[in-house]
């Protein structure tokens, strides 16, 4: 599923041709976790390397460490067969060069001189030190997020195992999006399954780690969804202007084909 | 600072520069930093040539929004932050890569691959058909070649912050990330509940994020010791043999530990500072 999305860049969120870094480069994050075992492959900031889940699988598969990053990563892509090629496209160098335009807006740099809330870089460390630290409304949106114009090799809660997702045959799984800077900070996929492992209804479990955020950051962008080992299901996201309702696919036996499902925000 | 004075001395050879070369010989480092005020966090991973880890790692909560850099563009980063680009490598990390090729790349971190990597060096390849033969081997690391420095801090107001600092797990696959630079997997704070930090088989340890479940528990009013202990008794259900130890404090400055009992590591021995201690004193406990 995962693997079908980079190949159709599903929304433009997903594989090759999107989400150019500052520098234009694309670069892919993906992890695959096993709940029998509790076995992980991941991979971040990878390079030149279109089926990124596909690495993360081999990693799982023939090494003993759970994440891969980098360049070195794509070496090891190659070494497992993966074609090493250019993940830019015409569309990923104009969304980066409109972005170049408009100052360099959005980024994520901040204390820093020039001003990165006004123009491009280089960036640097001012003279004097001002700490101004703002409670800014998420600059991220449905259409942007996980994306541009984020620094050189950052890494998000995508590969990360219990941010990005988590699977515990012995309780049920989540996976998570949107604002990942501030979301793997709080692990949700991780404490959503844990309160599905006490007893907790998916629903409720999602809503609990979406209102755990909110009392840190009450603007983020975000949501989660969850499901447990009999198969029940749920989500929740994080209520602000323009993201009031969250859309997922649903694919189960009792449904006669995979049925798109909403949940509001809280 | 504690963590960023580990680097300079190169604690123990599993911290800073000069240590744990990888397969091609390279020093990389990994370090985090979190506030548990804000739970703001910085944190790199894979990052070359620069030394001071733990401080790259405090600039990328400061003056950027993410959490996380890695490779040589988090060194690109560290440098347009003041930090000097210098060669990682020493006499002893060049004597050690070169003693390990010389008895066949052992032990390293790959599986079901051919040539036999426990048997020869590599380059390695999948085979044309694929077994998949899971073995339950005792955790190839030791005291030796494991890694890193972590820290939990509770100020006088029980605010909490935790760091750590690594060069990863020698001879690692190039681009391998551990434990130590993720939230709630090496390190973790909440200032609302307390603080933890892990050490040993990173690989292993953050699939089950150790130190963010041990702070939960805390939360929920366990004592320091045994939400240590309740952690690593989650993880020995899985990985019986793993190498690791944890190390856990509440808001009240109430602290504990606790690591997994296997040969050769029976005790686990940690630093602990505080007002009420003249110095710094060195203390023990059991593995379970």
Redesign the interface.
Known sequence: GCGQCEIDQCDGSVGYGGSPDESGETTLDAMI?DGN????GAV??LRHIKNAIGVAR?VM?????????????S??AV???FPYEDLTTQKSLSVYSKWLNQSCQPN?????VPDSSKSCG????PEK?T?K?EQTISQRSVHNHDTIG???????DSP????GSYADSTAGGAAATGD???M????PS??AV?YMRMGTDPTVACQKVISRIQK?APKFFGAVICANTTGSYGAACNKIPGFTQFHFMVSSPSLNQPTEQVVECI
């Open positions: 976790m075992t509790m076995d992980v971040a900031d081999k598969e023939y090494t003993k460490h759970t994440l891969l990053v980098g360049e070195s990563a070496l090891f070494r497992m067969g994520y740099w901040k204390n820093v280089p960036y640097k460390r030190v700490c630290e984020n620094n050189l090799c950052r890494v998000g990360i195992a219990g941010a990942g800077d501030i793997m900070r709080f692990l991780y404490q844990e840190y």
